[in-house]
Structures are given as C-alpha cells and as structure tokens.
C-alpha cells in the first residue's frame, strides 16, 4: 500500500471587502456526484456484493496452543508507484530508494534478531530494480514473498485487460526470481477494481490481504457464494503512511507504536489476529525502527504469540475451517 492523503477544502483567511470581514475559502471543490442518492434497494444490495465477509475463521487454537497469530507485513513500495506516474525526479525517487537500500536491511536485521518472520508485498518492478533486496528477503528462508501488483497499478483505472496482463507479468517474475510461486495478494495502495477478486481466484491464490470488513481472518464471499480465498484484513490504524507519510499528521512515532500495542493487546485478548503493514521507505528510518523494536520485544514478552507468514496463517485457519 502507498496512501495518497485526501485534500480537504479549507478556510484560510478572512478577506475584507467593502469593510464588512468574511470568511474567504480557497476554490472549493463542487460536491461530488451522489448517485447512490437515487439507487433502490437492489442497486444498494449489488453494490456491495462483490467482497463480503463470508464465514469467520478464527480456528479454535493456533498452532502449539498459541493464543494470537503475528503477521508482520511490508509493502516494499520503491520506485515503482513513483515511475508508475512518470516521475523521474532524482530527489523523489530517492526519498522511495530509501527503503530498498536502507530500511529494507535495518527491518531484515531486526528480524533475523527476533528469528520472527515476515511477508514482504513486493512490486516486481520494484523487485527488477533491487534483485539485492529480494534476494535478502529470501535469503533466510523464513520470510515469504507476496504480489504487490507490476508497477503499483492503481487497478480500478485500467483499461480492460491490463489488470490481468499486468498481474501475469509481476507473477511470472517473483516466481522466477524467487523460485517460489506467490500465493498472497495485497493489491496496490489497497484498492480492488471490479474483476480483482475475479483474477486472485483465477491465478490460485491463497489469500489476499487487502479488505478491510474484520480484525479476524474470514473467507471472502462474492455475489453471495463463498470464493475460497482467506481475507487477512488490512487496516489504516495499522499502518503508518497516515501518520508518519508525507502528509502524516502524527509529530513522533510514540503515540502510532501506543496504539498499536492497544491493538495487539486486544487481539491477545481476543485470541485472534493482529496484522500490521509498513513500509521500509518509512519504518526503516532510525525512529520508528527503534519502535518497532520495542513492539516486537514487547510481543515477543508474552506468552503464546504465533509469529507466521501470510501464507502460513491463511493455509492454518482455511485447513482448520475444512475440519
Ligand atoms: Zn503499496
């Protein structure tokens, strides 16, 4: 995921004309058109019927009797949304390289400290630039390699066709670079296009990691049938692009890492799941490394916590749902 943050209209000063003070706003954007004003019932209902949530599966116990299963994932999103858009800006490119020459390293290191794993979401335009950073991913063995999209294509603006093409290509060139055929999905900046689930069932995935309907895994229901495919729930209080991103609002990582140990603590409690997304080009800077240290070390303190893969989790509860 990459977050471009919503521009919202704003008062900014108070212009005084004819001696009488009024508020003066900047060029507001007209009100969006609103047609689901006019939609009945059944357009409501088929609006919202290509994603549901279908059954729970949250087994009765994780593995070894673990109370919570981890999923630590990374968006490894370089160059690629940058060059997806024809920036060619040295500066800004590499602001995004960042991640791939420094972060990626420093959140490798952590977790070979940890002996945790993790799921890097890699752009394989991404991984075409940097073959030494999938290559260290995958050197340990124990992290797994998911599909981010070719080139971070914002799939619900491509012309027909392309979301496939595009989708073949990155699956084909993570397979060969990594000698491993993905079987996890999270779509570019998060967002399905009306044929995304289509092709994810298509191309045999596992699962995929980019709704958002639960805290805890489920199956992905499509127009009313059961598709087979785990959902591993995302959400924008578990990542840092709103926060610490170019447009984040949050002054220090202490107040994001607060929320996220309230969120795992929950999820403890809960017995279920607790994902969180990051991205090297932002975590792997030295401040928000050090919390994510912490937070780890803190997870790492409790009792019964199941640190696994995408793929490792989706496999465990979809194996213990057929039971
Ligand atoms: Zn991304």
Redesign the pocket.
């Known amino acids: 995921?990459?977050s471009r943050s919503p521009v919202y209209p704003a008062l900014v000063f108070v212009a005084v004309v004819g001696g009488l003070a009024r508020p003066a706003v900047r060029a507001q954007p007209q009100p969006p058109n609103q047609p689901g004003t006019t939609w009945d019932e059944r357009q409501l209902r088929d609006a919202v019927d290509l994603a549901r949530v279908g059954r729970k599966l949250t087994p009765k116990s994780w593995p070894n009797g673990a109370r919570v299963a981890v999923c630590l994932s990374f968006?490894t999103?370089t160059e690629a949304?940058l060059l997806r858009d024809g920036t060619t800006s040295p500066t800004a490119l590499s602001a995004s390289d960042f991640g791939a020459e420094s972060g990626t390293p420093r959140i490798l290191k952590m977790l070979d400290h940890y002996q945790i794993p993790a799921t890097f979401?890699v752009?394989a335009v991404d991984a075409t630039l940097h073959p030494d950073m999938l290559s260290a991913i995958v050197k340990s063995g124990r992290h797994e390699v998911g599909v981010?999209g070719w080139i971070?294509e914002f799939t619900p603006r491509l012309g027909e066709g392309e979301e496939e093409r595009l989708l073949d290509q990155a699956i084909a060139y993570l397979t060969k670079a990594t000698g491993k055929r993905p079987v996890g999905y999270r779509a570019?900046?998060w967002a399905f296009s009306a044929v995304t689930l289509d092709l994810i069932r298509k191309k045999g995935f596992l699962y995929d990691s980019s709704l958002q309907a639960l805290d805890e895994p489920y199956e992905i229901v499509s127009r009313g049938k059961p598709t087979g495919i785990v959902e591993l729930a995302i959400d924008w209080t578990l990542t840092e692009t709103p926060y610490l991103g170019q447009n984040g609002r949050m002054p220090s990582p202490t107040l994001l890492y607060q929320l996220y140990k309230e969120e795992f603590d929950g999820a403890y409690n809960e017995g279920t799941l607790f994902v969180l997304t990051l991205?090297p080009y932002l975590t792997g800077h030295r401040a928000p490394m050090q919390h994510l240290d912490q937070f780890v070390a803190y997870m790492k303190s409790k009792p019964g916590v199941w640190f696994a893969t995408g793929a490792q989790i989706a496999q465990y509860v979809k194996d213990a749902g057929n039971r």
Do not use: A, I, K
């Open positions: 995921m990459t968006d999103d949304p979401f752009t981010h971070h570019p900046s991205h």
